[in-house]
């Protein structure tokens, strides 16, 4: 996906759907559909209503396409729709209910824990480890909006820094410092947290 984020396959899809070639939808949402559930995934958790999330974001996208200009690369206007109905969803979620956390996948909390510890990640017991991938699905919930999107793109989704640049509207070098700022805000998050859970100096082992 990431080598070829913008083959010229899309081009003539979106031509077709322009033009009211119905199955070409069907064949431009059978492509990306499970790239729009992983971001949506990462958004808002494993128990947040990821297909009904999935389906507006096409229904959107569907809407929106006769406006499109086709000379334009698809993949990352796709994708702002995609973040921005995640963010809808999130907005939601906050105002109708208590504020609670969904745990990331195993390999997406590695992924993370190894960047803000920046060091050889330690081994955790099982309880341990699913502590751990709770606070840092909280510390993701407390990143501003883009920075959000940086981590979950560059280091979740490992894009490449141009289509993160191309997602964000910014320059690759933006890009780069827009990504730095969030894992530097990750790790002052998580290291306040374990800091808050940490006994007192003198406290008894």
């Known amino acids: 996906m990431w080598n070829q984020p913008y083959p010229d396959d899309d081009r003539k899809l979106i031509a077709r759907c322009q033009a009211g070639d119905s199955p070409a939808f069907e064949e431009l949402v059978a492509k990306y559909q499970q790239t729009v559930l992983n971001l949506v ?52 979620a906050r105002r109708h209910k208590t504020r609670t956390f969904t745990e990331l996948d195993l390999e997406d909390a590695e992924r993370i824990e190894k960047l803000i510890l920046q060091a050889e990640a330690p081994q955790h017991s099982d309880e341990n480890r699913q502590e751990m991938h709770a606070l840092l699905h909280r510390m993701l919930d407390q990143l501003p909006d883009q920075q959000r999107t940086a981590i979950v793109l560059r280091d979740i989704e490992m894009v490449p820094y141009s289509q993160v ?41």
């Open 41 to 92: 995934y990462h958004y808002i958790g494993p128990h947040g209503e990821i297909e009904d999330a999935a389906q507006k974001i096409f229904v959107k996208i569907y809407f929106s396409l006769p406006k499109f200009d086709n000379k334009r690369p698809f993949f990352p206007w796709l994708y702002r729709i995609a973040i921005n109905q995640c963010y809808d969803e999130l907005r939601r």
């Open 165 to 205: 640049a191309a997602i964000l509207k910014c320059t690759e070098q933006a890009a780069r410092l827009k990504v730095f700022r969030a894992r530097a805000r990750l790790k002052k998050l998580v290291e306040k947290a374990l800091q808050a859970k940490a006994p007192p100096p003198n406290a008894p082992r």
